[in-house]
């Protein structure tokens, strides 16, 4: 029996195991192997150890107890929920409360619009599994108690979208999928932090090491592991890989998405899928609130595409109503940057700050779920107050002014200005190409520059799996006994989530659940 440790990995060089019968692999002697096993504090077995606590963790959980299997549920944290605390709902096509209100879709249609704006990038088999099992999914999760208030849109175009009852899954989701899974006899070990993958002589995954609150190290025997970590957010290695520097991000969800699933996944010999991996989120104003405090700002850059984005230095470097066919494409744009900001006159921000988006251009899907969370004019005008209170916007009475403020050239600035408007009257935008709808000229002071930063909340896709969200090897071949589920394992986006069928990543996290689950009961057990 081989154990796979992260830290004896680091210190033996990759890809050398410690071998329990006395034999090492790699560079390492059979002294330097035996140093690096653990004390065991204490050792159990269960068919199956879930590492994971979330959307898809507590999906495993309960499949595993309609399964009739002996779970074990790993969870870094001191509770369950992990970034489906903040989840308003969930995708699905052809559920039973879809049928009730005559809604109906084209399940075809949907996906050819993911895998487009995917640039085809990702798993077509995976995405057509994901979408036509998503309605008997709703269903399963309102049998085990999940609570669904409706079919809307959310920031897509189709009614596919079931909004928890109390729109977030720390009430709707989170303690009814618990209540299920410990009903059904699943065992969970919070404040434990799984370390590594044990393997067999065949390569086989059979276990997992792990580290409780106290320090101790503890074994789980297993006929399957099911890696529910939740990807490398909080990884900022991994982060500056895809081009996120410290300082440009703020990552949005709760601690311990650390990159250990991945880590463990690789040195049982799984394949990377990081150079594939897709970001969801959005932009923020740092200091005011976000998304999920029913912030006003953090709306800014979605609904008003007439502003002018500018870099550290001043310049323009995109078209500003690039979010415009998907939420999460604004991040991208500003990876690059060193600071970014968002520059309005005054009647631009009298617009945005009254909720008039509409009216700004934003189409009324997406207006509406503007509106639906913020608190209107008068939160807006506090935090601009805020804002300008804490030194993250800059209000002047000159393009020039506001420029000295955040420290960049006011000519620059001022000539970026003095081009944009001219291509606004031209009703041209000859550097970008932006929308000329969107074209509006840069009128009277005050004028307002906002810093921005690329909220991040969640990365998805950094171990490869096949369809059964099996980690696979480099050759394609998978790694029995290995799973990764979640935004871990979904091969579904590659650079940037499309937000478009909202919904879909927690649809995947229910569907990758059970279908691990399964397959494992179907081929191990």
């Known amino acids: 029996m081989n154990i796979t440790r992260r830290s004896f990995v680091e210190a033996a060089g990759a890809g050398t195991v410690v071998a329990a019968m006395g034999v090492a692999t790699g560079s390492a002697s059979i002294e330097e192997a035996k140093a690096a096993e653990p004390d065991i504090s204490a050792e159990y077995d269960c068919d199956v150890v879930i590492i994971g606590a979330g959307a898809s963790g507590l999906a495993a959980c309960v499949e595993a107890g309609d399964e009739g299997l002996s779970a074990i549920c790993i969870e870094s944290q001191g509770s369950s929920g992990g970034n489906e605390r903040f989840v308003e709902g969930c995708f ?43 309605g008997e999914n709703i269903d399963w999760l309102l049998e085990h108690g999940v609570q669904f208030g409706g079919v809307d849109a959310d920031m897509g175009h189709e009614l596919v979208f079931h909004r928890f009852a109390t729109g977030n899954g720390a009430e709707s989701y989170v303690p009814q999928m618990t209540k299920a899974a410990e009903d059904e006899g699943v065992q969970f070990m919070y404040d434990t932090h799984a370390d590594s993958v044990i393997t067999d002589e065949n390569g086989a995954a059979c276990g997992v090491l792990a580290t409780s609150q106290d320090g101790s190290v503890i074994k789980v025997n297993a006929k399957a592991v099911i890696l ?34 991945y880590d463990m996944a690789i040195a049982a010999g799984g394949a990377s899928n990081r150079g594939n991996s897709g970001s969801c989120g959005a932009l923020l ?47 991208h744009p500003y990876v690059l940057n060193d600071k970014t900001y968002v520059l309005l006159d ?18 009324a899907a997406k207006a509406a779920a503007s509106q639906n969370n913020n608190a209107g004019s008068d939160a807006g005008m506090a935090e601009l107050e805020l804002g300008i ?78 369809r059964n969200f099996n980690v696979v090897t480099k050759s394609g071949e998978p790694v029995t006994g290995l799973y990764a589920i979640g935004v871990e394992g979904a091969m579904l986006w590659a650079n940037v989530y499309t937000i478009n069928i909202s919904g879909a990543c927690n649809a995947n996290s229910v569907n990758s659940g059970r279908t691990a689950v399964a397959h494992a009961a179907a081929t191990l057990l």
């Not at 502003?307 to 001043?314: H, I, L, P, R, Y």
């Open 92 to 134: 699905g096509a052809n559920s039973s409360m879809q049928k009730k209100q005559g809604i109906e879709c084209s399940t075809g249609t949907l996906i050819r619009q993911e895998l487009e704006q995917a640039q085809y990038r990702v798993s077509g088999p995976s995405y057509n599994d994901m979408v036509h099992k998503s």
């Open 228 to 261: 529910a970590t939740g990807s490398y957010m909080n990884n900022e290695e991994y982060m500056a890989d895809m081009g996120y520097r410290p300082g440009t991000f703020v990552y949005a969800g709760l601690p311990g998405h650390d990159g250990t699933g």
């Open 285 to 331: 104003v740092d200091g005011l609130p976000t998304k999920f405090q029913g912030g006003k700002f953090f709306y800014l850059c979605l609904t008003m595409p007439q502003a002018v984005w500018v870099n550290q230095d001043g310049e323009r470097f995109v078209n500003e109503d690039c979010a415009g066919s998907n939420f999460c494409l604004m991040q």
């Open 346 to 363: 005054q009647a631009m921000m009298d617009k945005f700050i009254l909720g008039d988006e509409a009216a700004a251009g934003v189409d």
């Open 389 to 466: 209170e804490i030194g993250v916007i800059a209000r002047g009475d000159t393009v020039a002014d506001v420029a000295s403020q955040f420290g960049i050239d006011p000519e620059k600035l001022t000539a970026t200005v003095e081009r944009y408007n001219e291509s606004a009257v031209a009703g041209d935008d000859a550097d970008y190409g932006k929308a000329s709808e969107y074209m509006v000229s840069l009128g009277d002071g005050p004028f307002y520059l906002v810093e921005m930063k690329n909220e991040i909340l969640c990365i998805v896709g950094s171990v490869k799996t096949d």
